[in-house]
């Protein structure tokens, strides 16, 4: 039997609750319920000015890491001149999984600074072809951002960027040694540099984000193929999967051939020794700092790069990557960055767009053209970007120009970086790497 | 009137187990539901599109090398870590269960590592294990340049260091657990004991271990589950690498989550979820007849 007083209790309790919830119900029926109705054409007065001034939030959401203090600023900005439109930005290192994430959830952002394709091909963005954007920036850029299943263009690039080698000159000067056009020349150098400095890392790979190593194989060992057929036509083959035209496993094939000297610089310690559990911040930092002579990144680094060591831009310069065969030329990749999509499930597309105005008109794409240290791909923006990427510009005119990585959902960067890092740790001689890359890659393009 | 009054009194905790059933039934049985729903679709996790490939999924993931990798790692992780956490931790709530002035702080320096984020935690380790920069490195270069090598860069030595990384940072939790299972015997069992003629040993033998074996149950349950599900101090150690060797089931399913497979991920997950329930089943079994009422 429940005692009397704790009944009581409890009858009391449950009233102050219901009590609290009826009160909540009667204070929004008397917003609504008891206000004397106005006239219907006062009231569409009423909402047209309302929708004028509506105060919309528009959701930016952001993966550059190097680029996230600088949005801030300019949203703030934005903010405090715009009366109605309010934007919140919003940085996830993790980026196509937290993108992939509030898609699942529906916590859809109105601008993304990246997607995947399998997010354009599930119609996740909106068709931006005919953005007016377009008129300031030249063809080629917008060509080279076409989704290559559909020719659409679904984001807009506000500029371009190179990812090629960086290296030391004033080491390299030192030593008399020029940028190399070929493996065996790398080679050359990197042992060059050894002899000359022990206690310096020639090359320095940070395998343990694995990206940074699996990007390579669209750049050096896949440059071979993409020269040879021409970037049309390796793409080509690459959506549709026909192996016999990618020959990843051919023997003595360029990806073999780019496994086996790999292999000869990892065994001479022409790598640095912790190549499977180095950052990319230790791979930073060690360029910067001049304790390594070459490493392989795109120029975006180039910013923290001198944040650690502003006199590294005397000392840095950039060249292409070199040549995996005899018959091609050195190459570097050139493709579009900092991206922008607007999302086809947004409720606030056109608020998207004034935000979007804003945000690319010059003044603001100088200032972020020089923080990001990549050329604008708009004709009517100038910026200093320095010598460093002056170099990539300069070393980009005669070298083979390489785009984005065409590669099967599920064996990016990562994917492929990985399986380096089973080649460092002793897993595989480069033939049986050649083999496992490619059935690693069929597999990943059946599965799609 | 007093029939249905005591109809209603009589019945009255079944009410009251609706608010947390309700929450129960929105927030694990319906997710599980959905999940045995997507496990069989091809679904990428943000399309409208799913299509229904029934048990394909499942049929894959046996025959699906790194997931079967992965199952191994997670096995070894999940049966040695807990080992190691419930010796250490028991063998740590003896030593700080006596009356020494310096126990309340060898208790809190040890439950301390606890309460931090196992990701931080991780990092933290991994500028002490870096190769070159790390502190036991420089350590190891004066005194012993032999061992100085690159830990986690080595496949068959990472996942260990990990296990004792996990063991170390963990092993206040189950500590705490068998110090409170030690501190309810009574002492008068240990008096009799000794006047019986019972050296420490045999004490421990045959009360002590006995009368701790729900603490033991307890720690064995949640460091099981903990262990099995392991994944943020392998991501901030070794991102699953090198290669795949530190690769947790946990760890797959994120990978395979995000890379646009998530029927797949979702089949994987109920199979994890089958993977930690043996192990749990069994030690159950195990247990259900030892425990000793006071």
Request: with cysteine.
């Amino acid at each position: 039997m429940i005692p009397m007083k704790k009944r009581v209790c409890a009858g009391i309790l449950a009233g102050i609750m219901f009590l609290g919830l009826t009160a909540c119900g009667q204070k929004e029926s008397n917003e609504t319920g008891t206000d004397t109705p106005k006239p219907v054409q006062e009231q569409e007065e009423k909402n047209s000015e309302a929708a004028k001034t509506e105060q919309v939030t528009i959701k930016f959401f952001n993966g550059n890491v190097e680029m996230v203090d600088w949005y801030n600023e300019a949203i703030d900005r934005f903010n405090a001149q715009s009366d109605n439109i309010k934007v919140e930005h919003e940085f996830q290192k993790e980026g196509t999984s937290a993108l992939q994430t509030k898609f699942a959830a529906g916590d859809i952002p109105d601008i993304t600074t990246m997607g995947t394709q399998q997010m354009i091909d599930a119609g996740k963005f909106v068709d931006l072809t005919e953005a007016k954007w377009w008129d300031r920036i030249d063809p080629s850029i917008k060509e080279i951002s076409a989704d290559v299943k559909t020719g659409k263009n679904f984001y807009i690039p506000t500029n371009t960027m190179i990812t090629a080698t960086i290296y030391n000159q004033k080491i390299f000067e030192e030593l008399n040694l020029q940028p190399a056009a070929t493996l065996d020349e790398f080679t050359e150098n990197l042992r060059a540099v050894k002899a000359a400095y022990p206690d310096k890392d020639p090359l320095y790979f940070s395998g343990k984000e694995a990206w940074t190593i699996g990007m390579l194989f669209g750049y050096l060992p896949d440059a071979v193929e993409r020269q040879r057929l021409g970037e049309l036509e390796y793409s080509r083959a690459a959506l549709e999967g026909d192996i016999s035209k990618l020959k990843f496993s051919e023997p003595g094939g360029p990806l073999e051939t780019y496994i086996t000297w790999l292999g000869v610089l990892w065994e001479e310690g022409l790598i640095n020794s912790n190549v499977l559990t180095a950052t990319y911040d230790d791979a930073i930092n060690a360029i910067a700092k001049g304790d390594a002579a070459v490493i392989f990144q795109g120029m975006f680094t180039i910013g923290n790069i001198l944040s650690i060591n502003p006199e590294a831009e005397e000392e840095l310069r950039v060249c292409a990557f070199p040549a995996v065969a005899e018959d091609v030329k050195p190459a570097l990749n050139q493709g579009p960055d900092s991206t922008y999509y607007i999302t086809a499930d947004s409720p606030h597309q056109e608020e998207a767009r004034i935000f979007l105005d804003w945000l690319f008109e010059a003044e603001n794409q100088a200032s972020f053209t020089t923080t990001r240290n990549a050329p604008s791909a708009f004709s009517d923006v100038t910026s200093d970007i320095g010598a460093i990427y002056g170099s990539a510009v300069e070393a980009s005119k005669t070298a083979a120009i390489i785009g984005p990585a065409r590669e099967p959902a599920g064996f990016g960067g990562d994917a492929t970086g990985v399986m380096l890092q089973e080649f460092f740790a002793g897993q595989y001689t480069p033939e049986e790497f050649a083999v496992a890359y490619e059935e690693a890659w069929k597999a990943a393009f059946d599965a799609q | 009137m007093k029939k249905i009054r005591n109809k209603i009194s009589l019945n009255l905790h079944k009410f009251m187990i609706m608010p947390a059933a309700v929450l129960f039934l929105i927030f694990f049985v319906l997710p599980l539901c959905q999940g045995a729903g997507i496990s069989m679709t091809d679904w990428n996790g943000f399309s409208e599109e799913k299509n229904f490939v029934g048990f394909a999924n499942f049929i894959r993931f046996f025959s699906d090398k790194r997931a079967l990798h992965a199952i191994q790692v997670t096995v070894i992780f999940g049966l040695i870590s807990p080992f190691l956490l419930n010796v250490a931790g028991l063998l740590l709530a003896l030593l700080v269960d006596s009356k020494k002035k310096s126990r309340v702080l060898l208790r809190m320096v040890i439950y301390l590592p606890s309460i931090i984020s196992p990701l931080i935690m991780g990092y933290l380790w991994t500028l002490i294990l870096s190769p070159r920069t790390g502190v036991l490195d420089q350590i190891l270069q004066r005194f012993e340049p032999s061992l100085s090598f690159d830990w986690m860069g080595v496949p068959d030595k990472a996942l260990w260091l990990i296990i004792i990384v996990n063991v170390w940072q963990f092993v206040g939790g189950p500590m705490m657990v068998y110090l409170a299972g030690l501190q309810s015997i009574p002492k008068e069992l240990y008096e009799s004991a000794t006047i019986d003629g019972a050296g420490k040993v045999q004490a421990f033998q045959n009360i002590t271990w006995p009368l701790l074996y729900p603490s033991a149950k307890i720690n064995i349950f949640n460091n099981i589950i903990g262990s099995m599900a392991v994944f943020d101090i392998i991501m901030a150690i070794t991102l699953g690498g090198p290669g795949y060797a530190t690769e947790s089931l946990s760890i797959y399913i994120y990978r395979q989550s995000f890379n646009g497979f998530a029927g797949y991920a979702t089949a994987i997950a109920l199979i994890m979820f089958l993977i930690i329930a043996v192990p749990i089943g069994l030690t159950l079994g195990w247990m259900r007849n030892k425990e000793i009422e006071m």
